[in-house]
């Protein structure tokens, strides 16, 4: 099995407890997310070897990150320590009507303000066959734009295989900075991998007639939207995932997955929320674990949905769960009974 890395950002997540608001919450849950580092630990729950690429402060609580992104067995040889400061997320849980709420606090962290030629790329892909990073990373500062097309550039040149989440935030920048900085990247790009509105605010394809806000969506809306990636974009394979939004404490949950000219349909599942964060990076550490194991484009997409759907089981950012519980999922055993 090919070796993977990711490049990105582990944040402090500081979220109020029983679904509380801020305004109303004397304390947090200290936990660590963040998209690529997500994706990293959901493939080494699967059994993947695994390395996570990033720069953190030389002081106490950039040693308490490392050791959490250890906990999981994921290489951390290729972290930088420079800057002075590790990025912090608030979440505020929603409930019903209400919607969950992020305020970010990363400014001027370490990873922000990396330079071109921190990392040693030959180094660092070496044994390495798979790179992926989002369009998180590129949104934090010019220089991690810099850095993260430096790093896909010489992933490609190196013969790594390369996807890429757009992960589109619109508390980081806007549509025009994103398909400004997202676009160019997409030449080294192999595998694409969003939601239902990435597409269009990262990359400007957009689906007809859709309104992610509705609750329901429609999956041929999205052949469009797949056919003009692929010819825009040169793309290998594509995967969208589709999340409908009943409220801040039911969606459901499914994607589409395209190689080969031809669109799979993923299976919907009803999922009560328990925690929405991280459900993309789990699809996305889905469609790689997928393509690493060669499994075919209908059993790839199987497979990243039930992963997906069980991440939003699990408080906090991680898809703490293993093959044979995503298994279990993907042949249709969503009972929840007890297992004694």
Same mark, same amino acid.
């Given at each position: ?12 997540? /500081? %979220? ?12 947090? @849950? ?9 994706? &990293?630990?959901? /493939?080494? $729950? ?30 951390? =040889? +290729? ?25 970010? @606090?990363?400014?001027?962290? +370490? ?29 934090? +500062?010019?220089?991690?734009? #810099? ?7 010489? !992933? ?50 957009? !689906?007809?007639?859709? #309104? ?9 809306? *999205? ?23 009943? =409220? ?26 328990? #925690? ?8 996305? %550490?889905?469609?790689? *674990?997928?393509?690493? $194991?060669?499994?075919? &484009? ?8 039930? =992963?997906?759907? /069980? ?12 093959? @044979? ?7 249709? @055993? ?7």
């Amino acid at each position: 099995m090919k070796n993977v890395a990711t490049l990105g950002e582990i944040l402090v997540r /500081l %979220a109020t407890p029983k679904k509380e608001r801020f305004v109303q919450s004397n304390n947090f @849950d200290i936990d660590y997310g963040g998209g690529e580092y997500n994706v &990293a630990v959901s /493939l080494a $729950q699967f059994g993947v070897p695994t390395k996570f690429i990033t720069a953190l402060p030389e002081n106490p609580i950039g040693d308490v990150a490392i050791n959490r992104i250890r906990s999981f067995g994921i290489d951390t =040889s +290729s972290i930088i320590r420079q800057g002075s400061r590790i990025g912090l997320y608030y979440l505020e849980h929603g409930a019903a009507m209400r919607p969950s709420k992020v305020v970010y @606090d990363r400014a001027k962290s +370490s990873i922000s303000e990396v330079e071109l030629g921190d990392f040693d790329w030959e180094k660092i892909f070496k044994g390495v066959g798979w790179f992926h990073f989002t369009g998180i990373t590129p949104a934090l +500062s010019k220089k991690a734009a #810099d850095v993260t097309l430096e790093a896909a550039k010489a !992933a490609k040149s190196l013969g790594l295989k390369v996807s890429a989440d757009m992960n589109y935030r619109k508390n980081l920048w806007s549509p025009q900075e994103a398909q400004k900085i997202m676009k160019p990247l997409m030449d080294y790009v192999d595998i694409a991998i969003g939601n239902e509105e990435d597409a269009e605010k990262c990359l400007g394809v957009s !689906a007809e007639n859709q #309104d992610v806000t509705s609750g329901e969506l429609n999956p041929d809306a *999205y052949k469009g939207v797949i056919n003009k990636l692929f010819t825009e974009f040169g793309f290998e394979k594509i995967g969208i995932t589709l999340r409908e939004s009943l =409220s801040a404490s039911d969606n459901n949950w499914s994607a589409v997955y395209s190689e080969g000219g031809e669109m799979y349909v993923g299976q919907k599942y009803s999922v009560h929320m328990v #925690d929405r964060v991280g459900g993309g990076d789990a699809f996305s %550490a889905g469609i790689i *674990y997928g393509n690493l $194991q060669e499994m075919p &484009a209908k059993e790839t997409l199987k497979f990243a949905v039930a =992963s997906s759907a /069980l991440a939003h089981t699990i408080h906090g950012d991680l898809n703490l769960v293993s093959l @044979d519980e995503v298994n279990a999922v993907a042949k249709g @055993d969503t009972s929840g009974r007890v297992q004694r």
